[in-house]
């Protein structure tokens, strides 16, 4: 490590015994790492092509990493390897009211490039749950969902441009900044999911929005998660495009609730949060339709809230529910998506599998577009329950598959659904893959194991 302490700023190059197990994995459970030989916190792009190209010289791995709150072990440590920690990489450059975007930083945290924006009337959409603490590069590079994006899209749709260190050392810029623009290959989409496999994302170009209505609040209470999957599908089918559609079941609640003792534990099953920000006379309109669709689909009990902090609450709660369960023992989050017409059957499907397996199953939901995170508790040291869980995660992620859904809706494939991927794409089309690869990063340097289990990505 000497000769690269020395190619960098003092400081740059980290590699106490106890920092390097801080950043040997993310937040997925029981997904396989190994301990880095250092771990570098760039402050610029420059510093990170520095890293890259080293590495390249010396056949030695690079992990690049955010805030390490990813659930599918992308950012997991290989032995050996540099971990490129982009967190303190966090200015935000420009926001430009006019043209409607933002240049920022990989290590931006999602919430305070909302917030700056918000200060300029400006509105960034995307909002995964974990918008408090994931990074803006982190979010690009597994093209994060969230809240809101039933309506509004996820990551993906918001990146105009990217700066990229490539696998070879190349510093390059990608994309643009006008409203349109199709000169060449759309390499910007190319690298958004791409999980650090592809380049070392530096720096990031966003889609803005003006800031949106309030929104209108509509919650109803459902006997099971399929009755609530039936509403679901009872506001696709009228036509109806909320803002947020999302669902909560009791073990959710009842875990934020003895957390943060917010007083929110249902007398329902389960709870679906749905949310309207249409303007005047039609946001009124979409959100009694919403709740006549809550009320048909067998709703126990049903309102549109007139109390904006209580609605927010719920909402808070939403976001809560994966740390919140994650306090009473290991957690396995599922992240599969299905049409929205299949949302009900994939959750009875669920409840089957939990059954089949013994294996305790939570559910959340941004089931407005079918994107459903089951997550499969145990008790921490159960060996055997670890491996009922692990035989229940992969029966869902087959049946997702046979209703036509995705192993992967935002969290991306990482190392937990390296099977699934193989399970969804014909050879020929990961052979694609593989090509592709094979031009960005020839050295196979870049997140090596991750996302491919075949040929040379294999760990």
């Given at each position: 490590m000497d000769e690269l302490v020395g190619l960098l700023p003092p400081g740059r190059v980290l590699v106490d015994p106890d920092v390097l197990a801080s950043y040997r994995h993310d937040e997925a459970e029981w997904a396989p790492y190994g301990t880095p030989a250092a771990v570098v916190r760039p402050r610029t792009a420059e510093e990170v092509q520095v890293v890259v190209r080293y590495c390249a010289r010396h056949g030695v791995p690079v992990v690049p990493r955010g805030?390490?709150?990813?659930?599918?072990?992308?950012?997991?440590?290989?032995?050996?390897?540099?971990?490129?920690?982009?967190?303190?990489?966090?200015?935000?450059?420009?926001?430009?009211?006019?043209?409607?975007?933002?240049?920022?930083?990989?290590?931006?945290?999602?919430?305070?490039?909302?917030?700056?924006?918000?200060?300029?009337?400006?509105?960034?959409?995307?909002?995964?749950?974990?918008?408090?603490?994931?990074?803006?590069?982190?979010?690009?590079?597994?093209?994060?969902?969230?809240?809101?994006?039933?309506k509004y899209g996820v990551t993906g749709d918001y990146v105009l441009g990217l700066q990229v260190v490539t696998g070879t050392g190349e510093l390059v810029r990608l994309g643009r900044r006008t409203a349109k623009g199709v000169a060449g290959y759309d390499l910007t989409s190319l690298l958004v999911g791409s999980e650090g496999t592809l380049g070392v994302i530096t720096e990031v170009t966003v889609r803005l929005r003006p800031r949106r209505e309030p929104e209108r609040t509509v919650a109803g209470y459902f006997p099971s998660v399929v009755a609530a999957g039936r509403a679901v599908e009872a506001v696709a089918a009228a036509g109806l495009t909320p803002s947020a559609l999302e669902l909560v079941d009791r073990q959710c609640l009842e875990a934020v609730d003895a957390w943060k003792n917010m007083g929110l534990s249902a007398d329902a099953d389960t709870v679906l949060l749905g949310r309207t920000d249409a303007p005047g006379a039609a946001g009124e309109a979409e959100a009694d339709a919403m709740l006549a669709c809550f009320t048909a689909a067998g709703a126990t009990w049903s309102v549109r809230s007139s109390d904006q902090e209580e609605a927010d609450a719920l909402f808070a709660a939403r976001r809560l529910a994966y740390p919140a369960l994650e306090r009473l023992g290991p957690v396995l989050t599922e992240d599969i998506c299905v049409p929205v017409g299949r949302v009900a059957e994939m959750l009875g499907r669920v409840q089957d599998i939990g059954v089949r397996h013994d294996t305790r199953i939570a559910n959340i939901a941004h089931a407005g577009d079918g994107n459903l995170h089951p997550m499969l508790l145990t008790a921490e040291g159960d060996e055997a329950a670890r491996l009922r869980a692990?035989?229940?995660?992969?029966?869902?992620?087959?049946?997702?598959?046979?209703?036509?859904?995705?192993?992967?809706?935002?969290?991306?494939?990482?190392?937990?659904?390296?099977?699934?991927?193989?399970?969804?794409l014909d050879p020929a089309v990961l052979d694609l893959h593989r090509a592709v690869r094979d031009a960005l990063d020839p050295h196979r340097i870049l997140n090596p194991g991750k996302v491919f289990t075949t040929g040379k990505e294999s760990t």
């Open positions: 805030a390490g709150t990813g659930l599918s072990g992308g950012a997991n440590a290989v032995a050996g390897c540099v971990v490129v920690a982009l967190d303190g990489m966090r200015a935000i450059k420009e926001i430009d009211p006019l043209e409607k975007l933002a240049v920022v930083e990989p290590g931006v945290v999602n919430d305070d490039l909302r917030a700056a924006c918000a200060e300029q009337g400006l509105w960034y959409p995307p909002d995964p749950a974990s918008s408090p603490w994931s990074t803006i590069g982190g979010n690009v590079a597994t093209n994060a969902g969230g809240v809101c994006c039933v692990q035989a229940a995660f992969d029966d869902i992620v087959r049946e997702a598959l046979e209703l036509g859904g995705t192993v992967t809706g935002e969290h991306g494939v990482g190392l937990l659904k390296r099977d699934g991927l193989r399970a969804e």
